[in-house]
């Protein structure tokens, strides 16, 4: 009855793997594997080094971070200096991460004072200069605080790109930090590498801003702008000409709104032009804010600017509540699609700069497989018939607890969508010598126990009984160094020991528990009298 319940499990294992290894070996599955919805359909996917693919390394512009940062407390310096009453004649950041106030009367000195403690007590006072009537105030950030700055924009920065290259739809990337500022992505099988950069380095910091129609542009354009106000460019291209036009624009600095309320981004058409156009929704406070602003500036064009360009600039024809908007720009279908998911995503805390890509191309792929394949067949052959030659019958058996291991491998690596990489393979054939190291401890200890005149039932008794804990340790260490390597390697280590950790399971299966089940039945239920080892 027990080897009944064993020989059930092994073949449902088996099974099981089988059903996992299908997807890799049979590219074309068949409608009604597809259509039942329990079968699995990943194939096992492949490494950089195997498909081809792009491997990037970017460094985020940190101290931008820090800019923007300052920036967004003089804006806020500003509001709240308003509400209290507070009269200033500049407020503005000097020395990239400083902030000069001058008020004009050194009376409110003190309610200045009162304001800071209570609203921005996490600035740095520098220096309190008295100036004439008035007094000029310099803050800045301290080291802590650039410093945390710094390390969160790194790390939204990776965040941010893995959510846009998800959505992107790349499967397996490895995307890791290297360093402070650096981050490395490599990306398997991308078919388009440059839509890849553009999606990737693209801040998508998304703003509101009114359009100045008080002022002249091309006054502006001459060089008489306003202080409030900046000059920014909607840049459209003819479809019929394909000429790029640049269109300039006056509009405020201020900011009235940004994409940190956005909820969602979708591509629509248009009903009554045929056009994509990018739909906005925001959430609560973003919704309430854009119906403020909305309703405060009827008549008044309000631009939408991504990363300091104009995408459009609408006349507000009445309040807009509800929180939607719509970006629309003579897009085509892609570029709409790559600016959803981006503004899905979210933005960049500061620019990236590529440092380094490369492009590993398919041939390379390929020769890696046809060799890492050859390597693998060789190898296994040669162990194949050494060990059926050496142990005779026993060799075969192992023969065949060694071909069920490399199932158990692949079916391993296609269950947790494990990548395979040209180190993983060199960990499957590593895998296959230490599945045959344990067949071998296992038949010297029979041999040994039959040389002494035990039946072949008692020399397989002793023998399992007197190697399992060998070969237990033995596998068992290794394991814990894969475990080790896995944690703390990077992206080769990894996936040598992804296989050799899946591998080190699966031969520890095929050696104690296949292995044992077939000297089982043929010592209890064919009763032999001599075993063939």
Known sequence: MQLKWKLFLIIAL?????????????????IWWKTLGILPTEKIHLGLDLQGGMHLVLEVQTQKAVENRIERTVQELRDAMKKAGIRYAELNRVKEIQISVRILNQEKAEA????????FAWLRLVSKTPEGEGLVVRLDLPEQEVKYI????????????RNRIDQFGVSEPDIRRQGENRILVQLPGIKDPQRAVNLIGQTALLEFKLVDEEHDVQEALKGKIPPSDEILYEITEDKITRRTIKTPFL???????????????RVQIDSQFGEPYVSLDFDKKGARLFERITGANVKKRLAIVLDGR?????VIQEKISGGHARITGNFTTEEARDLAIVLRAGALPA???????????PSLGRDSIEKGLLSMWVGGILVVLFIAIYYKGAGIIADIALCLNIILIAAGLAFFQATLTLPGMAGIILTIGMAVDANVIIFERIREEARLG???????????????????????????????????GTGPIKGFA????IGILASLFTAIVVSRLIFDYLVFQRRIRRLSI
């Open 14 to 30: 088996v099974v099981s793997a089988l059903v996992y290894v299908v997807p890799s070996v049979c590219p074309n599955l068949p």
């Open 112 to 119: 200045f004072d009162d304001m800071l403690n209570k609203e």
């Open 150 to 161: 710094k390390e969160m924009a790194s790390k939204q920065a990776m965040e941010t790109i």
């Open 251 to 265: 509009v405020q600095k201020r900011t009235y709104l940004t994409g940190e309320y956005l909820t969602d981004a």
């Open 310 to 314: 104009i995408y459009s600039a609408p």
């Open 351 to 361: 620019p990236v700069k590529i440092l380094e890509e490369r492009t590993v191309g």
């Open 454 to 488: 035990k039946t072949p039932r008692a020399a397989v008794d002793a023998g399992y009984a007197k190697a399992t804990l060998t070969i237990l340790d033995a596998n068992v260490t290794t394991l814990i160094a894969a475990l080790v390597l896995f944690q703390f």
């Open 498 to 501: 992804v296989t050799l950790s």
